[in-house]
């Protein structure tokens, strides 16, 4: 057997490491073995790799290595819980990218052969189109995450941005990438092709940026799932570029894993993927929603206490708000404090409530809440009506009432956390601005709600402490 | 021909990719999500080649190089930071 064989067979081992590693990544008992599993997986790969007979050098190889996996380990470590959907993303972004310069690198390599031999050839066909689709998609992806990044990290405006015309600006990029795409494929001259193919990877590059421009803050789990998904296919697409199918088949499983994800974040909101991607939603252009005129009333942590100790079940709903706070820590001791009285506390997780999927899941994992306590939307809706404290903590939309009961609201049939069916709602909030969604909440003027406004983690500090006593 | 096996092959994990995951709890919407981007830093692959084999300060070689860093970040921060998550989870099960 020779040794191109036995890669490929090593291949195929990394392969089915990757399918069972994703599916213990599927469930709760197995999944930080799966995680284990996967990386196996792709330890094989890379090693196996190395003995490719067509590697002359290995110096650069061990600098690229070390300097990228440093550079990782550094950031892995370092980041914090509530940093995760920026490191996310950014990780994404990076694998865009990596895919992209492969896939030039083929090109490149290509190119290059044909001069050694002194003709003018043109690539081919086929290597051509995989060429440009992984440069497209990598590129997309690349610059979609790093501006989501920022978005996320606060470095740009996180909120949706458009402008007039944009659909038409952005068809049209799109024609432009297709149009120039074909003519690099197609041109005969290798020289004329390279600047139609440079110029595409400028365009698709503006793509990424122009797809994320017009999505805000809460509609962030989607894109990130989406671009999660797109990594993947860049991967799968430089697959097709070198001619590898273990980055065919991971990639593509990285692509179905993002598309699934993409779906359940879109069912969460009862709106379509175009929908998310295309309407601009939450940009000051589409603020609205009718505002009744009622104030929503204040109260102080004192009176909130009182309220507390009275009080026999309590449930927490949390959103982006305690991620920016970093309030996860108090908040579980007040929970556990709570429970020491012999109250019934819960929380209550809606699917998009934060920045990414699973956003809450992680923060208060990290806080150290068992996962019993973490309730999904279904099944904390119908106890609703026999909660006493209904605490909201950074949460906007997902708890907005109109979304069941206004046909005329712009979130109207999005599935919400029924937190105004509680006896009493306290709403934590930094100040008496609106959502991502620039709705009016009708959750606030409600009678039995009371707004605490503050930094959500002083808040429930001073309750803590409240309760101590 | 060689384009037809290699979409056999994507078609095939794309239907297996789908059957796979369908169901996920929410609670480890996360960690999926990492942990497969993680996966989808096995361009890594395709960078190592492109670092070895080209000439030494060659463009293909320098873009494989870039690629490579950055295919490594991808893949070992993806692995550990999506492990340090599951630790969080799995301490609560004692």
């Known amino acids: ?27 709760a008992d197995t999944a930080r073995r799966g995680n284990i599993v996967s990386g196996l997986g792709m330890l094989l790969a890379v090693v196996v790799t190395l003995a490719d007979r067509s590697i002359l050098s290995y110096s650069w190889i061990l600098a690229g290595l070390l300097v990228g996996a440093s550079i990782g380990a550094v950031a892995a470590r370092k980041v914090q819980m509530t940093g995760m959907p920026e490191l996310v993303a950014l990780f994404n972004g990076f694998g865009g990218l990596a895919s992209l310069l492969v896939a030039w690198a ?16 043109p690539v081919p066909h086929f290597s051509g189109v995989v060429i440009y689709l992984a440069t497209l998609i990598g590129g997309v992806t690349f610059t979609g995450s790093v501006f989501a ?30 149009g120039i795409g074909v003519a690099f494929v197609w041109i005969p ?47 799968s697409a430089a697959g097709f570029v070198i001619n590898n199918n273990v980055l065919i088949v991971a990639g593509c499983l990285v692509g179905a894993s993002g598309f699934i994800l993409t779906v359940i974040m879109c069912k969460a909101m009862n709106r379509s993927l175009g929908n998310v991607l295309f309407s601009g939603f939450g940009s000051s252009a589409q603020a609205a929603g009718d505002d009744d005129g009622r104030e929503p009333k204040a109260i102080s942590v004192d009176d909130a206490y009182y309220v507390l100790e009275a009080a026999r079940s ?52 990290e806080a150290d809440v068992e996962y019993e306590k973490l309730l999904e939307m279904d099944t904390v809706n119908p106890m609703m009506p026999m909660v006493d404290v209904a605490i909201v903590i950074g949460a906007n939309d997902v708890v907005n009432p109109a979304a069941a009961e206004d046909p005329s609201s712009p979130i109207y049939g999005m599935p919400i956390i029924e937190a105004h069916k509680a006896k009493t709602v306290f709403v934590l909030k930094r100040g008496q601005g609106k959502g991502f969604s620039g709705l009016v909440n009708k959750l606030f003027t409600l009678d039995n709600t009371c707004m605490i406004y503050g930094d959500a983690k002083a808040t429930i500090s001073s309750l803590v402490a409240a309760l101590k006593d | 021909m060689d384009l037809i096996l290699l979409f056999f092959i994507f078609v095939l994990s794309a239907f297996l990719g789908l059957e796979l995951i369908s169901k996920v709890p929410s609670q480890l919407h996360t960690p999926l999500m990492s942990g497969s981007n993680a996966i989808s830093g096995i361009t890594i692959v395709g960078a190592l080649v492109a670092t070895g084999a080209e000439a030494q300060g060659s463009l293909g070689m320098i873009l494989g190089f870039v690629g490579l860093v950055l295919a490594t970040i991808n893949v070992v921060g993806g692995y550990m930071v999506t492990d340090r998550m599951l630790q969080m989870f799995k301490k609560k099960e004692k």
Not at chain 1, 115 to 121: D, F, T
């Open chain 1, 1 to 27: 057997m020779e040794a191109r064989d036995l890669i490929n067979l090593a291949y195929v081992a990394a392969a089915i490491l990757f399918v069972f590693g994703i599916k213990m990544l599927g469930s």
């Open chain 1, 149 to 178: 990044y920022a978005k996320l990290s606060g470095k740009v405006g996180g909120s949706a941005v458009v402008f007039p015309g944009q659909k038409a600006f952005n068809v049209l990029l799109l024609l432009a990438i297709f």
């Open chain 1, 314 to 365: 309590v449930v927490f709903i949390p959103g982006y708000g305690m991620a920016v706070a970093q309030a996860q820590h108090v908040v579980k001791e007040l929970a556990e404090l709570l429970e020491n009285n012999g109250v019934e506390s819960n929380f209550a997780i809606h699917p998009v409530a934060g920045r990414m999927p699973g956003h809450m899941n992680v923060l208060l994992a």
């Open chain 1, 106 to 121: 083929e090109l490149e390599k290509l190119n290059g052969a044909a001069n050694l031999l002194g003709v003018v050839q």
């Open chain 1, 189 to 235: 001259n290798p020289e004329h092709a390279y600047i139609f193919f440079l110029v595409g990877v400028g365009l698709s590059l503006l793509f990424g940026v122009m797809g994320v421009l017009p999505i805000g803050g809460g509609d962030m789990p989607v894109v990130i799932s989406l671009l999660n998904s797109l990594s993947g296919l860049a991967a």
